[in-house]
């Protein structure tokens, strides 16, 4: 009992027996290691239905469903929900919304019938589409995420699932202060340019739409929010005679008082002065609510600023999007000295590790103490 080979063929099999019955088949794969976690995974599924009795089941697609349901009040919903799509085999365009098929998961997989090939297929086939690792560590994650939650509501899952370990060591893109300049620019309520009406033929809506593209972005470059933060911030959490925002983290569950830089908080003053009387956001859309994620005109901004071209993105290592404006304040603030520790709780980190990817842009002493040197020495 145990693994053995065949000699057609190179996959390892399992057998073994239970109550008296013996369980014989093909692990599917030639390495040894990966073959004894596949017997491990089918011993415990014949122990827990001949010991443990049945569990109710659950489909993968119920089971995401189910996991996503009482989430859809947070402004991350969206893009868990086109993650659990693109699990299934549909992956949508990000400019044309088109929906493309892609490997998927089989519909009819149950939880219980999850093992580790499954996920190992999964992200075998993930780089071979030319997906990054951060964007399948999401696609696990949400899978991962799922099994746990399902587990602890009392569903039949296998719990010997192995979820592989994803690098994701990219450069971080930030704007510098030209950076920065061009994109407000672009975003300027008063400029005038190619497809945009002259200020007398706008519309009310269509005017505070433009500001409120120019003033959001403001508060993420000076605070350093996640989109969601600032872009639901509620009136409650301003104070202006302070000049603190009392920013509310859904996705860490935590809390932070930040204090308003002067641009930002002209920018506030001016909105609290020009706010409906019974508004409830700083940001709103045209049902009156928060704003939610509306971020595209801005995205397009970052384009004609040239953020994204082809031959910048090479250069400074990655495209501009909604998330770089949280990466330059973080960058601003390390440069001229604030520490990993201060800019972790500055930023609402749940893991101060997750700091460490702007430690290299610290004052460099240890260079300007080696050009010192090399100056003498030369001299």
């Known amino acids: 009992m145990g693994l053995h080979k065949r000699n057609n063929s190179s996959n390892w099999y399992y057998a073994f027996q239970a109550q008296n019955k013996k369980y014989v088949g093909s692990t599917g794969t030639g390495n040894k290691t990966k073959a004894l976690q596949v017997e491990r995974e089918m011993r ?11 569990a109710e089941e659950i489909s993968l697609r119920d089971a995401v469903s189910k996991y996503l349901e009482p989430r859809k009040q947070f402004s991350y919903y969206r893009g868990m929900e086109s993650i659990s799509r693109k699990m299934f085999g549909s992956k949508r365009d990000p400019k044309t919304k088109n929906e493309n098929p892609c490997y998927g998961l089989p519909a009819t997989l149950f939880l219980h019938e999850i ?11 993930r780089k ?24 602890r509501l009392g569903y039949k899952t296998n719990r010997d699932v192995v979820f592989p370990q994803l690098k994701t060591s990219y450069r971080l893109r930030y704007l510098d202060s030209n950076d920065e300049a061009a994109l407000l620019r672009e975003l300027d309520p008063n400029t005038v340019r190619s497809g945009v009406k002259t200020l007398e033929a706008r519309t009310p809506e ?34 202006l005679e302070a000049g603190t925002l009392n ?8 809390e932070d008082v930040l204090f308003m830089t002067d641009r930002l908080r002209e920018v506030v003053q001016r909105r609290h002065a020009d706010r409906r009387q019974d508004a409830r956001y700083v940001f ?10 509306a971020a595209q005109a801005i995205k397009k901004a970052m384009d004609r600023a040239g953020m994204n071209d082809p031959d910048v993105v090479r250069e400074k290592g990655g495209k501009v999007t909604m998330h770089t404006l949280r990466h ?9 000295g604030v520490s990993l520790f201060e800019v972790s709780v500055l930023l609402g980190h749940s893991d101060p590790k997750m700091t460490q990817r702007y430690a290299h842009l610290a004052p460099n002493d240890a260079s300007k103490k080696a050009v010192g040197i090399i100056n003498a020495l030369q001299g």
């Not at 415990?44 to 049945?54: P, V």
């Open 44 to 54: 415990n599924k014949i122990h827990s239905e001949t010991y443990l009795g049945e």
């Open 115 to 125: 093992q580790t090939k499954h996920i190992e297929r999964l992200v075998a086939k």
């Open 128 to 151: 071979a589409e030319g997906d990054k690792p951060a964007t399948i560590k999401h696609e696990i994650g949400l899978i991962s995420s799922t099994l746990r939650e399902m587990q």
């Open 284 to 293: 709103e859309n045209k049902s009156g609510t928060a704003r939610g994620y």
């Open 328 to 336: 330059s304040y973080a960058s601003k603030l390390v440069k001229n």
């Open 206 to 239: 269509m005017q505070r739409n433009i500001q409120d593209n120019y003033d959001l972005v403001i508060m993420l470059l000076d605070t350093g929010c996640r989109y969601s933060e600032a872009a639901n911030l509620p009136w409650t959490a301003v104070n």
């Open 247 to 254: 920013i509310y983290r859904s996705k860490v569950n935590n």
